[in-house]
């Protein structure tokens, strides 16, 4: 058996790479005339809406049927709206105000925006249950951590963005809710025992297979209750015995993206695309940094020589390839011209807002400009790191005379001079982000809540923990909208 170019066009069928650019590189045409199944947009890709349509047009140019995928959860996690932050609340936010019917709408008016720029498929929800707070990856991009509020929140959310003809892909199977590490840099491994994992975990993934979810997200998870050998992108055992055959789920299952250190240090990039396809993925998803025709090349041939030298079977690779299809027929059968409510994501943020004033105290609203200190940590890779947050800029449109700083690790030689002196006689709002996760933050934050304990604290990812200043307030994410809500009840 050779390279044929039926098995190129089979290999081709199952990739979905990314690449550089507002425009297709030719690179990117030329595969896809050759049969390039799928392609994945960043925020890089990305200058505004009828650009996007315009490349999506393109795309399609050369191969009409093309999956056109894209990683935009809302919330945190967003692509379509890197450059000014999201005009929706993300997970925990639709969590904390839990009703389902909003979350559906807003995911249905997301849904509009993707296919009217010519986007079919999404890499979300995350269906993952936040069990462990101190998951350095998922937090607020969970709707929380009780299973069935998860599981009512993520089906609700499928069923609004496939109404406008998107396929949805929920993630990260069987569940990265209860993990310290962060699959970008490691591999994780799940201590639950299979009796735990079907409790806590599965919840969220059977209501999303209950109400037709398209797609599945693998997760880069050691789970050693169903295999103490492989990670759920590259077992058998996880993706056909457990999602297949137990839970009964057959449509597209996508591999979280390869290039991710989970997989890709001990397996290689193109072992660990040769092991998912052959372990049951269908779509195997890269290009968040290997961005290049080298790449697409490469994975595509490793398929291909293992097809020829016996490590693949050809039926496996053609059963993917026929899933990449199916789903390729269904969307755009599904047409939604209703009008989105522009207004609705500020609501749902306003909702989330959950304010603790200490007793005796007259703090809120301000009354007059603050100085706001916005505390800065690392963020993990799922966020762009370009996305503004922060509470400063709302505020200070509402109250001009506001002042704000950051303060990151390296600045804690110069707290006063960052902090106190400047809040000297205004008040003082300080700005976090998970601060129950950052030791050199709680630090700072005791300092100087024992030099004003006037101070008031905005915590914009996940609170843990007990509250904290002479108020407190959870926006339970940090995107444009819940910013906006937040510098509404300071301002009063």
């Known amino acids: 058996m050779t390279r044929s170019p039926e098995l190129l066009r089979l290999a081709d ?3 979905q790479p990314g690449f550089e650019g507002t425009t297709p590189p030719e690179w990117l045409r030329r595969r896809l005339d050759e049969g390039l199944g799928g392609v994945v947009l960043f925020s890089r890709n990305i200058a505004s809406a009828g ?12 191969r009409p049927e093309v999956l056109v995928a894209i990683d935009e959860e809302a919330g945190d996690v967003t692509r379509l709206e890197a450059a000014t932050g999201s005009t929706r609340p993300g997970n925990l936010a639709l969590g904390v105000v839990d ?3 909003l979350t559906a709408e807003l995911a249905r008016g997301l849904g509009r925006d993707l296919a009217a720029v010519g986007v079919n498929l999404n890499y979300a929800p995350s269906g993952d249950v936040n069990s462990n707070p101190d998951n350095p990856v998922i937090g607020v991009r969970s709707f929380g951590s009780d299973p069935a509020l998860v599981a009512r929140q993520t089906a609700a959310w499928i069923q609004g963005l496939q109404a406008a003809g998107v396929a949805a892909c929920v993630k990260h199977f069987p569940g990265h809710g209860d993990t310290g590490v962060d699959s970008h840099l490691a591999l994780p491994e799940i201590a639950a025992s299979a009796d735990e994992m079907a409790a806590v975990a599965l919840p969220p993934f059977r209501a999303a297979f209950d109400v037709g979810v398209k797609s599945v997200m693998c997760g880069h998870l050691m789970v050693p209750a169903y295999d103490t050998e492989f990670p759920a992108t590259l077992s058998r ?5 457990l999602l297949r055959t137990e839970l009964g789920f057959d449509g597209l299952l996508v591999t979280d993206a390869l290039e991710m250190k989970a997989v890709s240090d001990r397996w290689g990039l193109t072992g660990a695309a040769v092991l998912a396809i052959a372990a049951g993925a269908d779509a195997l998803c890269v290009g968040g940094g290997l961005c290049d025709e080298d790449t697409a090349i490469a994975l595509r041939d490793a398929l291909v020589d293992a097809v020829v030298a016996g490590e693949l079977s050809e039926d496996r690779l053609r059963e993917a390839a026929g ?4 789903l390729a027929s269904w969307v755009g059968t599904v047409s939604d011209s209703s009008a989105a409510d522009p207004g609705l994501g500020l609501e749902a943020a306003r909702r989330a807002v959950r304010v603790t004033v200490a007793p005796g105290e007259r703090s809120l609203p301000l009354q007059s400009a603050p100085h706001v200190v916005e505390f800065r940590p690392e963020m993990n890779q799922a966020v762009d790191r370009s996305t503004p947050w922060g509470l400063g800029a709302p505020l200070s449109a509402l109250m001009p005379a506001t002042s704000v700083a950051t303060f990151t690790p390296a600045d804690a030689s ?3 001079e960052i902090a106190l002196d400047p809040a000297a006689g205004r008040p003082l709002v300080l700005v976090v982000r998970d601060a129950h996760r950052h030791p050199w933050m709680t630090a700072a934050l005791d300092r100087i809540l024992a030099a004003r304990p006037d101070a008031g604290l905005v915590e914009m990812g996940l609170p843990d923990g007990p509250t904290r200043g002479a108020f407190h307030l959870a926006t339970h994410g940090a995107t444009r909208v819940t910013g906006q809500a937040a510098a509404e009840v300071l301002a009063g």
Not at 237 to 241: A, C, F, P, S, Y
Not at 323 to 326: A, F, L, P, Y
């Open 13 to 15: 069928a199952v990739l």
């Open 51 to 62: 650009q996007v349509a315009s490349l999506t047009a393109a795309l399609r140019e050369h």
């Open 99 to 101: 009703d389902a019917k």
């Open 237 to 241: 055992r996880i993706l056909v015995d």
């Open 323 to 326: 899933r990449v299809s199916s």
């Open 414 to 416: 110069r707290l006063d």
